[in-house]
């Protein structure tokens, strides 16, 4: 089972990015998908989530108005587009699947996807 996180980069304050989270070895659809961060010297924090199939999307007041999330099950990939970037929002983002809802807290991970790394200029 394999989560990968990509689409990061560097982008100027108020700027958007598109992150795609892809799975091998494990089909999205069941699970519920969070969007992680961790900036440097900082615990890793939830800050969007995602149910199985759609139903319900989890914020955290951070993001609320400017990150929202999808999920393309024909794909089996899920998004989290990003808009309004502040310097506060650069971090590693990464994805993690579980079953568990709302998927926002480390603890109730049962996958994680590798990071991507996004930069925000101010």
């Known amino acids: 089972v394999q989560l990968q996180a990509s689409g990061g980069g560097l982008v100027e304050t108020g700027g958007s990015l598109r992150l795609s989270c892809s799975a091998s070895?494990?089909?999205?659809?069941?699970?519920?998908i969070g969007w992680f961060r961790q900036a440097p010297g900082k615990e890793r924090e939830g800050v969007l989530c995602?149910?199985?199939?759609?139903?319900?999307?989890y914020w955290t007041d951070s993001v609320k108005g400017r990150f929202t999330v999808s999920r393309d099950g024909a794909k089996n990939t899920v998004y989290l587009q990003m808009n309004d970037l502040e310097p506060e929002d650069a971090a590693v983002y990464f994805c993690?699947?579980?079953?568990?809802?709302?998927?926002?807290?480390?603890?109730?991970?049962?996958?994680w996807g590798k990071g991507t790394q996004v930069t925000v200029s101010s």
């Open positions: 993690a699947a579980s079953l568990y809802v709302p998927l926002l807290r480390v603890m109730s991970v049962d996958y």
């Open positions: 070895g494990l089909t999205l659809d069941p699970y519920a």
């Open positions: 995602i149910s199985s199939r759609g139903g319900t999307t």
